[in-house]
């Protein structure tokens, strides 16, 4: 059982993050954000994917002042990310659900000051968001782009806005590598009580990204770290929330949605079962209820592992089992099993939900 470190409760927008709430997965659009169409349309995507909360870039005027448009046609929760220029966040503060900005690099205090009574006076929290490559100059100098640097600058910017009486705050450490990324959350969670975002930086294309932050996210969410998350891919929009609803599913950290278990296969298999686990895969995407099925290429393990699945499919020679937790409901033909395996799935979903 992991027992997640204690934290504050925030709100963006709806969505509680922090505290017993259950961790919400967030994305960004890589649309100019002052095109409204394409950004709506990216975030609609994101939303079908099963996206918490989104992210909107917001590097100039024009990009501030299109935030209250997306905002009326969208229904999540929306973040205005901001450096450096301290009146896109003045801007954005009136429309948007939660500002990410680093008060270091907005410049005097006065500034970061106005930011902050803006945010208060909507109730609307701050991401505190330190990375790895962009430290402050004082913190870069004297610890280089370390975890302990990272958590130094996380520790000063949280001083920052505690001492102007904020503390509507979440806070990322992101570095681009694994090791990095888990010793700075590791490092500060003892030192704060304020939710963390957790995120590997710039982690590369789906199978590195993949890879990384499972590890990271992973290591973090056993341990009980992490109130929020992305997964940052150089891909697709949707492949950002498939990956992060998996690594939270297959931490044990989020119970819904279908387990697949699959053999490897070996040279034992009766059937294409690359093919049969693709399909499967992707017709049940959409099963929030918490359902184990299995999927094996020969009776050699099947039998075993269908004792414990929900819903087993057993491949034999040109025909195959499918089993409700262990017993046989239907002997047929190889052609004609997916189908009917996929039937007893949503069968079983149901039955699971309408049992609460
Ligand atoms: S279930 Fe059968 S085909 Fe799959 S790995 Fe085991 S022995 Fe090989």
Redesign the pocket.
Known sequence: MIQRYPTNKIYVGNVPIGGDADIPVQSMTFSKTHDVASTVEQIRRLHFAGCDIVRVAVPDYEDAHALKSIKEQIKLPLVADIHFNYRLALIAAQVVDCIRINPGNIGEKSRVKEVVKACSERNIPIRIGVNSGSLEKEFDTKYGPTSKGMVESALYNIKYLEDLGFTNLKVSLKASDVERTVEAYRMLRPLTSHPFHLGVTEAGTLFHSTVKSSIALGTLLLEGIGDTMRVSITGELEEEINVARAILKDSGVAKGGVNIIS????G??EADLVKAVAQVEERTKHIKAPLNISV???V???IGEAKHADVAIAYGKGQGLVMRSGEIVAKLKEEELVERFLEEVEKAAKEMQNNG
């Open positions: 053999c490897p296969t070996c034992r298999i094996m290429g020969c050699v393990n099947a």
